[in-house]
Structure formats: structure tokens, C-alpha cells
């Protein structure tokens, strides 16, 4: 019989380790010839902008299937449809205005207030879509891997919603604009009168895109799944409204004067408090119940998008990947 280590060349009285590298399979290393990157790196600002793109495409669905576009579309259209429909009855309304009758018309100070279910439940649809499905499938370890880091994340997501946002919320303020601009016979001069009518309409929009975006994806990102995330939208607004009114009308009863200060605590309604200081308009007792004004809706509101954001990349600095 052969001698195995004999036969591999090594001396009978070889060490065992020696015996055993000079047994062990070989093994060689090829060049495949695969090329390596050599050009430019755009670095994070670009794979910031890339991702806030992809997101913003993502909010509208555009570049996917119909049904990922039927729910942003359709909320805005709905949204902006009484705002279309005075303007394609302008010269209708110009008559009868004409004529002496009186008409009860929208404005750009309360539009939001009187159809701000639609843009909340265009935050519920779309919301989620951002942040739920990076962590149901796994994938942030892609993007926190390369330049992108988790705070660059957090905020281009929040980006792409509000501009989202805020297209949606401006929309109907330019069809009022255009609208009363051809309600008046000189057009040129309707501009110049309702232009300074309408310029408050942009930092308003502003104001309630990024505090409806940063709220809602502020709770969107605490959960994988896009089902819990909208109701925990929901359950947080309608909680957080309900309550501070109840407790109003128990401290009213009771004779409390300090529960009406809950009212900051509102989302929605600070929101909708905030855009009546842009225009200088007082606030109606009919739907603001308490002592607080304009001015102290808006720190609210701008108070509760910096805790919003805030809470959105902590939760992104914890979150494991």
C-alpha cells in the first residue's frame, strides 16, 4: 500500500501541520476582469436629491401601475374640485354679483378649513407608502450602506410629502385666483387688487403641508405595515382633537378658565387657527371655541412640526439596520 505522505512529498517525520497544509486541497485566485468605478461620486447631496425624486414620484404613483395613482389623484381632484367648479362658473357669478345679488363664495383664508378631510386622508393613503415598505422588506441597510445617511433619510422622505402636499393645498388657491381675476371686467387691475388677496395663500400652504407631512410620517414610521400605520394616523388625530374639546366642555361646566389652552395640543385645528394670521382674519367663534388667537395657533403649529420632525429622525437614528 502507498504512503499517503509519500505520496504527497512530505517527509515520514514531518510535523502533523506541515502534513496537513501540504494535503489540503489548492486553491487558485482568478481575475475575472471586472472593471472598476473610476468615475465621478456625486457624494450625499446627490443621493439626497435622488431619493426626495423617487419619493416624489412614489406620493403620485407616476412610473407604476394605475392603482398605485388612483388614490393620490383622485383626493386632489376632489380637494380642488369646488375651487375649479367657481372658477368654471366665474362669468356666471360675475352676473349675477352684477345684478346686486349676494353670494356666498370661497375664500382663500378658509378653503382649508372647510375641506381639510380630503388633504388629511391623502396623508393617511400616501404617508405610509414612504417609510412602510423600507422596513417590511428590509432595504434600509442599502441606504444607510452608502452616502445616504439616516438623517439625510429622514429628511428628503419628509420633503418629497410636503411639496406633495403643498402642490395639493396651492392648487385650489391659483383656480380662486384665476377665478376672481375673470370675475372683474378689467383683468389687468383684478391682478393688482387680488394678487396681495392671494400672496398670503403661500406661506400658509406652506405652513399646513409641512405640518401635516411631518405628523403623519412622524407615525408612519414606527410600524412596517402601511394598515397600522394609517389607523395610527387616524387614532392620533381624532384622539388628539376629541380630547382637548371635551375637556373644554367639562372645565366650561365646571368652571375651569385654563382648559381652552388645550386647544394647542390640536393638530388640525391649529393648523387651520395658523392660516387665519397669514390673512389677517379674526377667528370665528362659531368654530374656534376659547380665548386663543391666531398668533398662538401659529407657535403651535410651528411647534408641533419641529417635534414632529424631530421624533421622525430619532426614530431613524434607532431604528435597526
Known amino acids: 500500500m502507498t504512503d499517503p505522505k509519500r505520496a504527497a512529498g512530505v517527509p515520514a517525520t514531518a510535523p502533523a501541520t506541515a502534513i496537513a497544509a501540504a494535503t489540503a486541497p489548492a486553491g487558485s485566485i482568478y481575475d475575472l476582469g471586472y ?21 416624489f414620484r412614489g406620493v ?6 394605475m392603482t398605485a395613482k388612483a388614490a393620490p389623484f ?19 357669478f360675475a352676473q349675477r354679483i352684477a345684478a346686486g345679488d ?19 386622508l391623502f396623508c393617511v393613503a400616501q404617508a405610509p407608502e414612504l417609510v412602510c415598505r423600507d422596513q417590511r422588506y428590509h432595504v434600509l441597510p442599502l441606504y444607510f ?14 420633503g418629497s410629502l410636503a411639496l406633495s402636499l403643498f402642490i395639493l393645498l ?25 394678487l396681495p388677496k392671494a400672496l398670503p395663500s403661500i406661506p400658509a400652504t406652506a405652513l399646513v403641508a409641512a405640518g401635516l407631512a411631518s405628523l403623519s410620517l412622524a407615525i408612519s414610521s414606527f410600524s412596517p ?32 378658565s385654563w382648559t381652552d389652552k388645550l386647544f394647542v395640543f390640536t393638530p388640525v385645528t391649529s393648523l387651520i387657527g395658523a ?41 431613524y437614528r434607532r431604528v435597526p439596520a
Open 35 to 55: 472593471r472598476h468605478y473610476n468615475g465621478k461620486r456625486n457624494g450625499r447631496g446627490y443621493a439626497m436629491w435622488s431619493l426626495f425624486v423617487e419619493s
Open 60 to 65: 403620485w404613483g407616476l412610473g407604476r401601475p
Open 74 to 92: 383622485i383626493l386632489a381632484g376632489l380637494y380642488a374640485l369646488p375651487a375649479v367648479v367657481q372658477l368654471a362658473f366665474s362669468s356666471v
Open 102 to 120: 349676494q353670494l356666498q363664495l370661497l375664500n382663500y383664508h378658509n378653503y382649508f378649513a372647510d375641506f381639510y378631510f380630503l388633504a388629511f
Open 145 to 158: 450602506t452608502r452616502a445616504m445617511g439616516r438623517m439625510t433619510y429622514a429628511v428628503a422622505r419628509l
Open 170 to 194: 396651492a392648487a385650489p388657491a391659483l383656480a380662486l385666483f384665476v377665478g376672481d381675476v375673470l370675475m372683474q371686467s378689467d383683468a389687468f387691475k383684478a391682478v393688482g387688487d387680488e
Open 225 to 256: 405595515r402601511r394598515a397600522y400605520s394609517a389607523i395610527g394616523i387616524v387614532a392620533y388625530i381624532l384622539l388628539m382633537e376629541a380630547i382637548p374639546a371635551a375637556l373644554y366642555s367639562i372645565g366650561q361646566t365646571g368652571g375651569g
Open 275 to 315: 392660516t387665519y394670521w397669514f390673512f389677517g382674519q379674526p377667528l370665528d367663534p362659531q368654530d374656534f371655541a376659547g380665548s386663543l388667537t391666531s398668533g398662538t395657533y401659529l407657535v403651535a403649529s410651528i411647534g408641533s412640526i419641529v417635534v414632529a420632525t424631530a421624533v421622525l429622525v430619532y426614530r
